[in-house]
């Protein structure tokens, strides 16, 4: 009777350790691909921390159109005499290649003066040229009123009002925070546009900085 016993209990015991280490082998197994489908990122959003292919900047200098005050470098591939390794364009907005002549690069994108400058070169004067631009120099911006250095500043990528009161020595003691205005360079009306420390500001762009009466 005791040995009868012994035997129903120790079966009962392997009985029960065998459905609790299913029972958590099943937790677990369940437990992981959720773990791994909330790790995962939606499609096309990138991870937490990860920078995502072609950032802002990127785009920002790939669709950059370039102006009056602007330098730029333009390099052919081993013909030394058809490359201008510096010129700062004029209101006109052209460049001047031997032979082939001038050609009006004003509003392009690097890409396209590189694309432009090779097509004019190709068949009358070389036959593959390899044609390189480089964006050296940004025309400036102005900033005036409350700044204790107005003037033009040379632009660059990501300016801000802000930054751009720092590269003016900052701003003076009565300076307005509420009387910021941005004019745009390309807008044809000059609008006088309200604006604050995050505004954004472009190449040619006149930002003013009023005084405070208080």
Do not use: H
């Amino acid at each position: 009777m005791t040995a009868l016993f012994r035997s129903s209990f120790r079966s009962a015991g392997v009985a029960c350790v065998l459905s609790t280490w299913l029972l958590l082998d099943g937790e677990r197994a369940f437990a992981q691909p959720a773990a791994q489908a909330s790790a995962a990122p939606p499609v096309g959003v990138a991870a937490q921390g990860a920078a995502a292919p072609g950032g802002s900047s990127l785009v920002g200098m790939s669709s950059y159109q370039v102006g009056p005050g602007d330098v730029i470098g333009v390099r052919v591939f081993e013909e030394p005499e058809f490359s201008l390794p510096n010129i700062r364009l004029s209101d006109a907005g052209t460049i001047s290649l031997p032979i082939v002549g001038e050609i009006s690069v004003l509003g392009r994108t690097v890409s396209e003066i590189e694309r432009l400058v090779a097509d004019r070169l190709r068949g009358r004067v070389l036959v593959n040229p390899i044609v390189t631009v480089s964006l050296l120099q940004y025309r400036t911006f102005f900033i005036q009123g409350q700044v204790r250095g107005p003037g033009t500043i040379p632009f660059m990528p990501g300016l801000t009002v802000r930054k751009a009161a720092i590269l003016a020595g900052g701003f003076t003691e009565r300076a307005s925070m509420r009387r910021i205005y941005v004019i745009r360079d390309k807008d044809p009306a000059q609008t006088q546009l309200q604006a604050d420390l995050n505004t954004e500001i472009g190449p040619g762009d006149l930002v003013f900085v009023g005084e405070t009466f208080f």
